[in-house]
C-alpha cells in the first residue's frame, strides 16, 4: 500500500506528511494526539545517509516536542549491503538510530510502528523493533532472512526449511507468523485511525515478546529458557 494512502487512513483529522526522497516525516492528528510521522518507503535499503536522517528527526522531536508520540511507518529492503556503507561503519549509524529511540522512549514518547508494505532484516530492528508498539499490515511481507539464504547458511535444504516452515512460524515469513512468534503486537485491520488510537492509549513500555510468542504458540521455548535463567542467576 502506497504511504499516502495509509497516512490518509490513518490520520483523517489532518496531516502535514511529506516525502523527501525515500524519508517520510511531517506531523499529524489522531483523537486529541499529535504525533511526529517518521519513516521510509519505496522498498528502500537503509544506508548510512537514510539512517542518518532518521536519527536527526527522532532528535529534533525529543529537542522541540517532549513527549510528543511517534509513529514509524516501516517500509525497507534492509540494510544496504554496499562496500562503501561497510567501510564507513554502517552498523555504528544503525546503533546511533536504535539509541536515539530509545532516548525517545525513555523521555516518555510513545514510539508505534506500522509496518505498511516490507521489513526485511537490520532496517526493520532500529525502527520496528526498538518500538513500544509494532504493528503491521496483514499483507506486509516481514523476514530476517528468505529461506534460499536460511539453507545456505544452516546448509539445510531448502526444501526442508520448506516443510519445517509450515508448522513453525519461526522458519516461515510474513506478518501474521511474525505476530505467532510475538514480534508483533498486532495486525491493524480494519479502520486505522481505530488501531492507532487504541494503540495510543494502551502503550505498554514492557516487552512481552517472548511471552506472547509462548501464549501465541509460536516460541513455546523462549520464556521458559529466560525464565530459568533468570532463576539461576
Not at 529461506?147 to 526449511?161: D, K
Request: hydrophobic share 45%; glycine share 10%.
Amino acid at each position: 500500500m502506497e504511504w499516502k494512502n495509509v497516512v490518509e487512513q490513518m490520520f483523517p483529522d489532518g496531516h502535514e506528511v511529506c516525502q523527501d526522497g525515500d524519508l517520510i516525516k511531517g506531523v499529524a492528528c489522531c483523537g486529541e494526539h499529535t504525533v511526529a510521522v517518521i519513516g521510509t518507503t519505496n522498498h528502500t535499503d537503509v544506508g548510512v545517509e537514510l539512517a542518518l536522517a532518521l536519527a536527526a528527526a527522532v532528535l529534533a522531536v525529543i529537542h522541540d516536542h517532549p513527549t510528543r508520540p511517534i509513529v514509524f511507518l516501516v517500509d525497507t529492503c534492509g540494510q544496504r549491503l554496499r562496500h562503501r556503507d561497510e567501510l564507513l561503519g554502517l552498523n555504528g549509524y544503525m546503533a546511533h538510530l536504535a539509541k536515539c529511540v530509545e532516548m525517545a522512549r525513555g523521555r516518555g514518547h510513545p514510539v508505534i510502528s506500522l509496518v505498511y508494505e516490507q521489513a526485511l532484516s537490520g532496517g526493520f530492528l532500529a525502527n520496528g523493533m526498538m518500538s513500544d508498539v509494532c504493528a503491521a499490515l496483514p499483507e506486509a511481507e516481514i523476514r530476517v532472512m528468505g529461506l534460499a539464504a536460511m539453507a545456505r547458511v544452516t546448509r539445510i535444504s531448502e526444501e526442508r526449511l520448506a516443510a519445517l516452515s509450515l508448522s513453525s512460524p519461526v522458519f516461515a515469513p510474513g506478518a501474521r507468523n511474525y505476530l505467532l512468534m510475538g514480534g508483533l503486537a498486532a495486525l491493524w485491520e480494519g479502520d486505522l485511525s481505530v488501531c492507532l488510537r487504541d494503540a495510543l492509549q494502551s502503550v505498554d513500555i514492557s516487552d512481552r515478546r517472548r511471552t506472547l510468542g509462548r501464549e501465541r504458540g509460536g516460541r513455546m521455548l523462549t520464556d521458559p529458557v529466560v525464565q530459568r535463567v533468570l532463576a539461576s542467576a
